[in-house]
């Protein structure tokens, strides 16, 4: 099944503790994206990536850092997570960066104490 | 945690009626819109798209309505399901390279 995969769904950590919220596609798309997305702001893009080694900030990229070393994966690290950062993550993927729509994974709820 | 759908402007529609969510849309250049519904809990889904060289395309039970002149974009859903009631975003594409910027969602209830 074609999809995109976030792990974890659930992740309550503590202010400065380093996490990585993983992101993985199944369907050799170039582009990755993520967003968060938060109550009457909608989805705001943090960081995306063209292709293998190629990422580039959003409107959002402040406190997070991405790497795409395959493909298929593309991870989202926040080095230093503070309670501003608590929201529900999205990563999607798509074959081009933006000629077709995207797929989304299920989201990831992080909640920074 | 609270939930996304908060804030958001709400349509309210009975079972079987016919629902319409609107979107205005900033970029004059913008040359693809896409409509996506998401349910709680989950990740956004593509329901239809829409190209700027079109002003109408329908998909089973949803239709797109695209009007460039005002920079407005419509989702029409018929004969609305309880299965439907989620919020619906539209996103659009400025250009060749640019990226989907997405519209800040409509909540759709839909009563039995």
Request: hydrophobic share 30%; with cysteine.
């Amino acid at each position: 099944e074609a999809q995109v995969t976030q792990n974890p769904r659930y992740l309550i950590t503590v202010t400065g503790k380093k996490l990585t919220v993983t992101c993985s596609q199944n369907m050799n798309h170039e582009y990755m994206s993520w967003y968060r997305q938060d109550p009457g702001l909608g989805l705001r893009q943090i960081y995306y990536s063209m292709n293998v080694e190629v990422t580039d900030k959003g409107d959002v990229p402040e406190g997070y850092k991405v790497s795409r070393k395959e493909k298929r994966n593309f991870p989202l690290i926040l080095e230093s997570p503070s309670p501003n950062q608590t929201s529900l993550y999205f990563c999607a993927s798509s074959p081009t960066r933006g000629t077709y729509g995207y797929t989304f994974g299920s989201g990831t709820r992080l909640t920074v104490v | 945690g609270e939930s996304v759908g908060l804030h958001l402007p709400t349509l309210s529609v009975q079972e079987g009626d016919n629902s319409i969510i609107n979107c205005a849309y900033s970029n004059s250049a913008s040359d693809y819109f896409i409509w996506y519904k998401q349910e709680s809990g989950k990740g956004p889904q593509f329901i239809i798209d829409i190209r700027s060289n079109m002003d109408k395309r329908q998909g089973q039970r949803v239709t797109v309505l695209l009007n460039k002149t005002v920079k407005h974009l419509s989702l029409q859903i018929a004969a609305t399901q309880p299965g439907d009631s989620a919020v619906y975003f539209c996103a659009e594409k400025g250009g060749r390279y640019s990226t989907l910027t997405f519209g800040k969602g409509t909540m759709l209830l839909v009563s039995p």
